[in-house]
């Protein structure tokens, strides 16, 4: 659930903080109050595109911040986190913030981790489900119909075994493209890759070995260089008059006097050897070193024809030498593949036929039980419409399957199965049903999605429903009804209803009110969580002024709802 939403300069808000209860919550206010500053803030935080123009003015950047309760989230939110490198989340609190300027700048943070607008955007799409005033028009595509059947039926599971298949049998498809080309260009592929991996190969490559070759290439260039100086260092030690070792000869001798006369000095004298030690070992192994000294303009020429080859091979095929290996590898594949096409294309036919078999069994089943669930979603979707004013109203939904010959052309564009259903609608007894998008009134198909959100509540996923003013054109007895189903859809999700409605703000679990003040001469936007005095109060406003009768009818609508 949302447990906590932040606002600050964001339009006529200043700075606002919004604690939501569990199960329903109202939203109610004059118009003009800023309650769609509510959604708006929250469309934001959940991933959608940025209005700079909505900044407060005088301000330079906008917030908001929503804090979620996930404990009981079905979607994989935790390995989405740390597939995308996201602080996970701390005792199931999921911390979404965005943040952005008016000179362009657009941050967005999950847990405190910086993130992309699409990452936001998804994680948004498992957490809130926001219906506007004219987000109920998506229930004329066709797509979404289908979803709706399918999150009735449970079929998801075997809707996302189907789209698994379409995507390995698009990959097949793919990799057979790959092989089919005209014999020109085929004869073209086969000479270049033959070239590439004779050439790599003939280099006998060595992983590293580049790093190798430069350091035994830059003593070689330096060979001169080398000698001389350990030559001159050789000479220090021990081959000049005043040579390192012949001075600490005369300094043992006279250690050794010193200790002759003083017993104490012994540890003096242990010092001395174990110093003239050192030297005589440095002494060893600069001759080795010396000796080890090559001054070899041949092997010089090699290495440095060496190098020019590896770079030559970097410049091609990748920037490291691993990855010109790799290279090499995947070009030897590539060739094995084209050399032996009429093979590979038998086998990934192979492949493609079991494929389709699988796909038209899956496809055919699915098409079955959504055939099943057809009169069950009509029959439970027609009798919350009865509730809803359509007293006689009926629900269909026409379903038709594409001929599975097609298979071939469907598989590449279709994950969802074989079929296209309609909904069909008669709001009226004696009418024929027509489709949905037929409708012309706003209102009709803003209460049939209403009715199929209150069939849907038990398997829908997302823990967060939000109504912004879908009761419109709605009163009375209806109006009632659409309370109702908002406690209904709150008994299995939490909600957000806008309204201005008495009869649906009523029925709600907790009601806040957002108004507008003037400080300091600004207009501002607030919100208040509504004790019961107040809240009478406000049902009063809605219902027409503060007389003790519209008072009187607020209590009574109140107390009816508890």
Same mark, same amino acid.
């Given at each position: 659930? /949302?447990?906590?939403?932040?606002?600050?300069?964001?339009?006529?808000?200043?700075?606002?903080?919004?604690?939501?209860?569990?199960?329903?919550?109202?939203?109610?206010?004059?118009?003009?109050?800023?309650?769609?500053?509510?959604?708006?803030?929250?469309?934001?935080?959940?991933?959608?595109?940025?209005?700079?123009?909505?900044?407060?003015?005088?301000?330079?950047?906008? =917030?908001?911040?929503?804090?979620?309760?996930?404990?009981?989230?079905?979607?994989?939110?935790?390995?989405?986190?740390?597939?995308?490198?996201?602080?996970?989340?701390?005792?199931?609190?999921? !911390?979404?913030?965005?943040?952005?300027?008016?000179?362009?700048?657009?941050?967005?943070?999950?847990?405190?981790?910086?993130?992309?607008?699409?990452?936001?955007?998804?994680?948004?799409?498992?957490?809130?489900?926001?219906?506007?005033?004219?987000?109920?028009?998506?229930?004329?595509?066709?797509?979404?119909?289908?979803?709706?059947?399918?999150? *009735?039926?449970?079929?998801?599971?075997?809707?996302?075994?189907?789209?698994?298949?379409?995507?390995?049998?698009?990959?097949?498809?793919?990799?057979?493209?790959?092989?089919?080309?005209?014999?020109? =260009?085929?004869?073209?592929?086969?000479?270049?890759?033959?070239?590439?991996?004779?050439?790599?190969?003939?280099?006998?490559?060595?992983?590293?070995?580049?790093?190798?070759?430069?350091?035994?290439?830059?003593?070689?260039?330096?060979?001169?260089?080398?000698?001389?100086?350990?030559?001159?260092?050789?000479?220090?030690?021990?081959?000049?008059?005043?040579?390192?070792?012949?001075?600490?000869?005369?300094?043992?001798? =006279?250690?050794?006097?010193?200790?002759?006369?003083?017993?104490?000095?012994?540890?003096?004298?242990? /010092?001395?050897?174990?110093?003239?030690?050192?030297?005589?070992?440095?002494?060893?192994?600069?001759?080795?070193?010396?000796?080890?000294?090559?001054?070899?303009?041949?092997?010089?020429?090699?290495?440095?024809?060496?190098?020019?080859?590896?770079?030559?091979?970097?410049?091609?095929?990748?920037?490291?030498?691993?990855?010109?290996?790799? *290279?090499?590898?995947?070009?030897?594949?590539?060739?094995?593949?084209?050399?032996?096409?009429?093979?590979?294309?038998?086998?990934?036919?192979?492949?493609?036929?079991?494929?389709?078999?699988?796909?038209?069994?899956?496809?055919?089943?699915?098409?079955?039980?959504?055939?099943?669930?057809?009169?069950?979603?009509?029959?439970?979707?027609?009798?919350?419409?009865?509730?809803?004013?359509?007293?006689?109203?009926?629900?269909?939904?026409?379903?038709?399957?594409?001929?599975?010959?097609?298979?071939?052309?469907?598989?590449?564009?279709?994950?969802?199965?074989?079929?296209?259903?309609?909904?069909?609608?008669?709001?009226?007894?004696?009418?024929?049903?027509?489709?949905?998008?037929?409708?012309?009134?706003?209102?009709?198909?803003?209460?049939?999605?209403?009715? /199929?959100?209150?069939?849907?509540?038990?398997?829908?996923?997302?823990?967060?429903?939000? *109504?912004?003013?879908?009761?419109?054109?709605?009163?009375?007895? =209806?109006?009632?009804?659409?309370?109702?189903?908002?406690?209904?859809?709150?008994?299995?999700?939490?909600?957000?209803?806008?309204?201005?409605?008495?009869?649906?703000?009523?029925?709600?679990?907790?009601? *806040?009110?957002?108004?507008?003040? !003037?400080?300091?001469?600004?207009?501002?936007?607030?919100?208040?969580?509504?004790?019961?005095?107040?809240?009478?109060?406000?049902?009063?406003?809605?219902?027409?002024?503060?007389?003790?009768?519209?008072?009187?009818?607020?209590?009574?609508?109140?107390?009816?709802?508890?």
């Amino acid at each position: 659930m /949302l447990n906590t939403l932040r606002i600050k300069n964001l339009a006529l808000v200043a700075e606002l903080t919004l604690e939501l209860q569990p199960g329903y919550n109202a939203i109610t206010g004059e118009t003009g109050a800023g309650k769609s500053i509510l959604i708006g803030a929250l469309t934001l935080v959940l991933g959608e595109r940025a209005d700079r123009t909505l900044i407060r003015a005088g301000a330079d950047s906008c =917030t908001v911040e929503a804090v979620f309760e996930v404990s009981g989230l079905r979607a994989p939110l935790a390995g989405f986190l740390e597939e995308n490198g996201l602080e996970p989340c701390d005792g199931h609190q999921l !911390v979404l913030k965005r943040t952005f300027t008016a000179a362009g700048a657009n941050r967005q943070f999950v847990n405190g981790s910086a993130t992309t607008l699409d990452k936001l955007a998804t994680i948004g799409d498992w957490l809130v489900d926001i219906h506007g005033p004219h987000d109920h028009q998506s229930l004329l595509h066709p797509s979404r119909q289908l979803a709706i059947l399918d999150a *009735f039926g449970g079929l998801q599971e075997q809707r996302s075994q189907f789209a698994e298949l379409v995507r390995k049998r698009v990959a097949l498809e793919d990799e057979k493209a790959a092989l089919i080309v005209d014999e020109r =260009t085929y004869a073209q592929q086969l000479d270049l890759l033959r070239f590439q991996a004779r050439e790599i190969a003939a280099a006998r490559l060595q992983s590293g070995e580049d790093d190798q070759i430069q350091a035994e290439h830059q003593r070689s260039a330096n060979a001169a260089k080398l000698l001389q100086l350990s030559q001159v260092a050789l000479g220090l030690l021990s081959e000049n008059e005043t040579a390192v070792l012949t001075e600490a000869g005369i300094v043992g001798r =006279t250690l050794a006097e010193l200790h002759r006369i003083d017993a104490g000095a012994g540890g003096l004298m242990a /010092l001395h050897e174990q110093a003239t030690e050192s030297l005589r070992e440095l002494q060893t192994e600069l001759s080795r070193y010396a000796d080890k000294v090559d001054v070899d303009p041949a092997r010089l020429a090699e290495l440095e024809e060496r190098i020019n080859l590896l770079q030559s091979l970097k410049r091609k095929y990748g920037p490291t030498l691993g990855d010109v290996i790799a *290279f090499g590898e995947e070009s030897k594949r590539m060739l094995q593949r084209l050399e032996s096409r009429d093979a590979e294309l038998a086998l990934l036919n192979g492949e493609l036929a079991k494929l389709d078999g699988e796909l038209a069994r899956l496809g055919q089943q699915l098409s079955a039980k959504r055939k099943n669930v057809i009169p069950k979603l009509s029959k439970a979707a027609s009798a919350q419409l009865a509730d809803l004013g359509f007293k006689q109203s009926r629900l269909d939904v026409e379903i038709k399957s594409l001929d599975i010959s097609s298979l071939t052309e469907l598989g590449t564009r279709n994950t969802s199965g074989f079929d296209t259903v309609e909904f069909q609608f008669a709001p009226n007894p004696g009418e024929p049903a027509r489709p949905l998008r037929g409708i012309a009134s706003s209102g009709e198909l803003a209460r049939v999605m209403l009715a /199929l959100k209150t069939v849907l509540a038990a398997e829908d996923e997302v823990p967060v429903l939000v *109504f912004d003013e879908v009761d419109a054109n709605v009163g009375g007895e =209806t109006a009632l009804a659409v309370g109702q189903k908002m406690q209904q859809i709150a008994a299995k999700r939490q909600v957000l209803c806008i309204t201005h409605l008495p009869q649906v703000a009523a029925s709600a679990d907790a009601h *806040f009110v957002v108004s507008k003040e !003037v400080h300091d001469g600004r207009t501002i936007s607030e919100i208040a969580l509504l004790d019961r005095k107040s809240r009478i109060a406000e049902l009063s406003r809605m219902l027409g002024g503060q007389s003790v009768a519209a008072r009187k009818h607020a209590e009574a609508m109140l107390q009816s709802m508890r």
